[in-house]
């Protein structure tokens, strides 16, 4: 069992290595940073309907402020707020134009992302069948993952804040000792929410037929990974400090970074995924609308 495990990540290493995970990584980075504005405001905007657009605004940039700093944060902050104002002062037709722009650039990055796993599924969708139709079916599956961060946020934020209220309690009745034990749940709760989150996007959006028991195994790995990773990308920026050299351009930078370093931890996940379901299943066969692109693929390389 363990031979064939680490035969399996040898080979997912390998095959990511392969298909260039920087170059994958810097162009998820780009279509981000278009993204980011768009996908922060609906975001914001779908959960603070249960939360309050403050407190759930709050969050995301204490999460922000803890990977990549306060002054990266508070830059956010204002992108944040110059979309929602530009959005408030348009006209009518003005917001609509606006609305749909904001939908088409925070779906980018999703979009962009599927082309990404389909290369390390080796398929592609079917030009016979494509069209409007299945641009329109990218986009409405972004927008689904969207609305499913929001949810998962929703859900992550109302126990996180029973949990720090409920060690509050704890530390003031009891000793300090089983906040550990809190540390532990909060962490247990956070790993399982990052699982859920990338089983639904290493299962709906590569355009394959992956089964949930190959999908299940390389969503844990892949939240494992990108929790480990988020650890040290928030030590490397807090150490190195990267974006000094770039002044004011210095946030917009660590953004880049970030996102290019996190995407690369994703795709190490997503590859082992295809090489688990390869081992344990036989692979996965292309959906109804796409095919194959072993052959391709072996040309090139």
């Known amino acids: 069992m363990a031979k064939q495990l680490f035969r399996i990540v040898k080979l997912a290493f390998k095959k990511w290595f392969d298909k260039d995970p920087f170059r994958e990584s810097a162009i998820i980075a780009y279509y981000a940073i278009f993204s980011l504005p768009g996908l922060f405001v609906l975001i914001i905007t779908l959960a603070g309907f249960f939360f309050g657009r403050d407190v759930v605004n709050q969050h995301i940039l204490d999460q922000i402020s803890s990977a990549m700093g306060s002054e990266t944060a508070d830059q956010i902050k204002s992108i944040i707020q110059q979309q929602e104002n530009e959005t408030k002062k348009s ?11 904001l939908l088409l650039g925070a779906t980018g990055v999703f979009a962009q992302f599927q082309k990404s796993l389909n290369n390390i599924w080796e398929v592609k969708p079917d ?33 996180s804040t029973l949990l720090a209220a409920f060690g509050d309690w704890l530390a003031n009745q009891f000793s300090e000792s089983l906040l550990v034990v809190l540390t532990v749940l909060n962490f247990i709760i956070s790993f399982g929410f990052l699982t859920v989150l990338f089983a639904m996007m290493l299962k709906i959006f590569p355009d394959a037929k992956i089964k949930w028991k190959d999908v299940w195994v390389g969503s844990a790995v892949t939240s494992f990974l990108f929790i480990i990773g988020k650890f040290a990308l ?9 974006a000094s050299a770039f002044g004011a351009a210095g946030s917009i930078i660590l953004v880049l970074l970030w996102v290019s370093y996190s995407s690369m931890i994703v795709f190490l996940g997503a590859e082992f995924t295809r090489q688990y379901a390869d081992t344990h299943s036989g692979g996965a066969k292309p959906s109804e609308h796409a095919t194959s692109n072993k052959a391709n693929n072996e040309v090139v390389t």
Request: net charge positive; glycine share 12%.
């Open 91 to 101: 006209s009518a037709w003005g917001a609509i134009i606006g609305i749909g722009t």
């Open 234 to 242: 928030s030590l490397y920026f807090g150490k190195a400090n990267p």
């Open 127 to 159: 030009t016979s069948k494509s069209g409007i139709l299945e641009l329109l079916k990218v986009r409405l599956f972004s927008f689904g993952l969207i609305l499913s961060i929001a949810f998962l946020m929703m859900i992550s934020l109302m126990v």
